[in-house]
DNA sequence: CTGAAAGCGCTTACAG
DNA sequence: CTGAAAGCGCTTACAG
């Protein structure tokens, strides 16, 4: 049976209360008194319990916000069960959890919604922002003047007072398909980059560690071409048609964000699919479709429950116990996916 | 503000105690009084509150044990910091997890502690198990006679009534081997297998698994050679070198068990690490080393946390909820690490 | 500075 | 078949 704090009041010679108030160092006790007390319950190998925590303050009604840009990706909806398992745990211990979808990215429709929630007397918030000076100007009023804390997810906004970040780290994830390009080509050879928006400073991100480590470490292979798609599936495959007649002898593709299906779709068309090696990104159902079919040899992928179930346990641990993060950065663990481990 | 059993009793003009009787079907009460409060609780959205369920619980004194062999072993270390993981967040909802570690593998002493936990009215079991008639015997006489439910964790045993098994699907680790050594070897020219013990069933598996894969999606290849260790050093550094000499086109080596160390060794000698391909299991601290001097191109592994975490959690779930398991099978997932994901 | 008491949401004998 | 009450371990006003 596990230690309780009667068991320590008693142990002390004092009451309940006063053992709580020394262990929680919330003042109003003799400092001698405290000390002995944290002494008693240290020797008595006291474990508080979060159940009975849990019951007690659920009458303070703590209310988490999670703010969801581009909630209809398929991505973020995969962010999105993540973040309905970090509800359902906080509700059954008496807390509060209401999300926010945005269609696309809207900042101002954040900032509206961020208004709302500090009306409501939320505690805390957790958001996918996009780059946008006010919505940083609010972050920074939330946190600083209404003392309100705000994790952001998936994408980091710098400069900001947010209390942390909860995503993959973009550039080591293109370090990463660096590292196993060269592998899968024999460490030689001409490859090409497709990314997305040329704006998406994620994507940025992974195509400056995919170049970077790739010239390192294997001074033979040759970028021929880093195009951009602007997620247009008939750009995409205008850029493979002309990659593979400019550069017959292309190796391999990676592709750093949406535009797998239709790189896949022209490499099939061009009868390609199975000799050039492609590495994209991102555990969706359709790309695992294409890994299955041998078009895409590697996807590589962060783990997108984590990424929604992460940031409300983080405030709600920060809010319920005041236990705070150990870096400002929580990563997801980068993870590299063939047919095998799908 | 979460719906509560007594705002449902108030909704339903019944008492609480008539509640908990129709929504936990406990019997005594009028089936259309039943039928009619769960339908009120469902409309009002009713979620049960594991803060309030958890104390209420407490008084129970639900215990579980856990028995670990092998304990001594590098892997089974990161298995343990699981274990008290799991240990931690139960005894604070208010159950108790007590561990017993076992140094080596000992069917008799975890027999023993078996004895021992049936005694002290243990609830719930979770063990690494070894292949070993009494022990399957003992197993079967404790989930079907004395109706304490067993979960496996690491290695399986066949033919018993355990519960659930958490661990790796060894042969889908093996198939995933052959997968990443095709694509790294140019999907042609010899390879290798070094194993442990020619009687371990897990590494029989991988091998298997590679086999099987191999010869089935890369023709071109060829297995030259599986070989045993037995988990001495200097076996494997001989095995190593006599392969070399009789296959000096040798492209790539799997090795399923715990040899890395030797193998890595002897290639560093022979000036081959940087050319043979390795594919090595587990993410041990000294095979991490291996993989960052490059003479290691990759590491499957399994996670540890998990296996340790997971088998409590499922007892605890069992005996609080009396949730059982989704499946028999609580497969960790497969991971592939590079350099740059360690 | 210290204590006594109410209450969080649930389960569990116990009475009827 | 149904209800009233005690208690799980904690926090939080409130009294002194």
Redesign the interface.
């Known amino acids: 049976?596990?230690v309780t704090l009667q068991q320590i009041a008693e142990a002390a010679g004092v009451s309940r209360g006063t053992v709580d108030r020394a262990l929680k160092d919330r003042g109003r006790i003799r400092p001698e008194l405290a000390a002995q007390i944290k002494q008693i319950a240290q020797d008595m190998g006291y474990?508080?319990?979060?159940?009975?925590r849990?019951?007690a303050m659920?009458k303070r009604?703590l209310k988490i916000g999670v703010i969801l840009q581009s909630a209809q990706t398929p991505f973020m909806k995969l962010v999105y069960k993540g973040m309905e398992a970090s509800k359902?745990e906080v509700?059954?211990?008496?807390g509060?959890v209401e999300i926010f979808p945005v269609d696309g990215v809207d900042a101002g429709k954040v900032i509206e919604i961020m208004e709302k929630l500090k009306e409501e007397n939320y505690s805390g918030i957790a958001l996918s922002p996009s780059e946008d000076t006010m919505l940083k100007k609010v972050i920074n009023q939330f946190t600083e003047e209404y003392e309100i804390p705000i994790v952001t997810f998936n994408s980091d906004i710098e400069e900001t007072k947010r209390l942390c970040f909860v995503g993959q780290d973009t550039k080591?994830s293109g370090?990463?398909a660096?590292?196993?390009m060269g592998?899968?080509t024999?460490e030689e050879g001409e490859v090409a980059v497709i990314s997305g928006h040329s704006s998406n400073p994620a994507l940025n991100n992974r195509i400056r560690g995919f170049k970077t480590?790739l010239e390192k470490r294997f001074p033979q292979m040759k970028i021929v071409g880093i195009q951009y798609s602007y997620d247009d599936e008939w750009v995409a495959a205008k850029i493979v048609e002309e990659l593979l007649e400019q550069h017959p002898q292309l190796k391999g593709i990676y592709i750093t964000g949406s535009a797998v299906k239709a790189v896949c779709e022209a490499l099939v068309h061009l009868g390609k699919d199975q000799d050039i090696?492609v590495i994209a990104n991102d555990f969706l159902d359709e790309n695992k479709g294409w890994v299955e079919q041998g078009a895409v040899?590697f996807l590589i992928g962060q783990d997108a429950h984590m990424q929604g179930y992460e940031p409300v346990m983080l405030l709600f641990h920060l809010l319920f116990d005041g236990e705070k993060p150990d870096s400002e950065y929580r990563y997801a663990?980068?993870?590299?996916?063939?047919?095998?481990?799908l």
Chains 1, 2 share one sequence.
Request: aromatic share 2%; no cysteine.
């Open positions: 049976m596990a474990q508080p319990s979060l159940a009975g849990a019951l659920a009604n359902q509700e059954s211990l008496g509060n080591q370090r990463t660096a590292g196993l592998e899968i024999g480590e090696k040899n663990e980068i993870m590299i996916k063939n047919r095998y481990n």
